[in-house]
């Protein structure tokens, strides 16, 4: 077992360039896929329901897959599980590149997915395994920063290549970076990160958990049929009885323990709500833009980046700040500036102006600039450094689960709108209604992410004793 007090300056400054290099790749290929979607609907004649699923089923296998991969990765190294992540990444990339159908591709997204998620369950622990207390603010909001460059550097390198490339360059891109990272693994880390060593991995609650969240998340996405509103109730009904197995596990995939400090459970459901107001707007906005504007991919990537680009800049300042003292203001700023954002954005019509778009996107940017890597600090530094890879993975967990319920709560607006079809110009008016209502109940989300985070109060350390749940 490495210890992060041993670790010398070099293998900190490599660990920060690897961990920003895949945080980067990962939004990099989401929002560059958002901006490719409409080239991906004409050339394989996907209907809108199955080009939903083509980011969906990336979100899904991270938000189902991501807490197992964290425990696993706390017992058996979080290299390890770093390493496989970004091999299965990679791999499936190249071959998204050879799809030829909407489904093959829904199929290697998922793959994507399970490799991001062994990825962003180890990521955040190692920074905070090697670096020490007092940077790891400043740290994590370098990775925020990495994050959101590659939302920023997406749409413009993705919207470059699918116009010159076509989409399938997009996946292509994604290998020569992931092989450039897993060369760094290799020729730096000869250790191993892991604090659970020799404890049991609870394989009946991961079952429970993987089956009854997968089911939770299909049903969110089809809750329009009758299979989807079946499988919505028994995902619910998983989920609770995932939650009793787990207070009894002696070795849980996640010590539910945790949640009973206020500064966890509420940083943990603020980022939830945050994420579920944000996820789906990159969609959203790329088929308004394209579909609806007749804009090319280029120039709708030039005017999303906006909101990725205020993040970036605003992170590695904000995270300094944070280490110096109480954030809740930045916090609240923060998901107040979204609100607004979200709802300027609910204003828009099919000829609005396109300065509208850029000012709501700018305000969703600054108020996520604010609130992120405050957010991540407080609720990692509430726990032990035994659950560094499940408190790094619970945060990946509230995300993913959040873009999902996003990209959910968006798929059923608009197919309850529009129906199971493509958008053409005749249902030109429909989209922008469901676009009306999606801006409008993520506003919401993001107030209530507001009032959450004003409930915060005071910043405990719980410690757990290891013997006990």
Known sequence: MVTATLETKSVQKVSLILVAITSFLIPFMGSSLSIALP?????????????GWIPTAFVLANAALVLPFGRLADMYGRRKIFTYGIIIYTLASLLAVFSNSGMILVLLSFMQG??????????????????PKKKRGEVLGIYVTAVYLGLFLGPLLGGFLAQNLGWRSIFFANVPIGLFALTLIWTWFKGEWKISDGEKFDISGTIIYILSLSSLMYGITTLNGFLG???????LIGISIFLVV?????????PLSIFKNRMT???????LLITVATSAMWTLMSLYLQDLRGLDPLT???????QPLAVALLSPIVGWIADKGDNRVLNIMGTVICMVGLLLLASLVENSSLILVVMGLGLVGIGMGLFSAPTNRNFLE??????YGVGSATLSTMVYIGQAVSLGVLLFILTSFMGNVQLLPENYSIFMDGLRVSFLIFAVSSAIGAVVTLMIRGKMKFEINPKKN
């Open 39 to 51: 080239l991906i609907q004409n050339d394989l004649l996907v209907d809108i329901l199955i080009l």
């Open 114 to 131: 399970l490799g991001s998620a062994m990825i962003f369950a180890t990521a955040v622990a190692l920074l905070i395994s090697i670096f």
């Open 229 to 235: 509103k079946i499988l919505f109730i028994l995902g």
């Open 246 to 254: 787990e207070k009894r596990s002696l070795s849980p995939i996640i």
């Open 265 to 271: 459970s509420f940083s943990g459901a603020a980022l």
């Open 300 to 306: 709708t990537s030039i005017i999303l980046v906006v």
């Open 382 to 387: 509430s726990l032990s450094s035994k659950f």
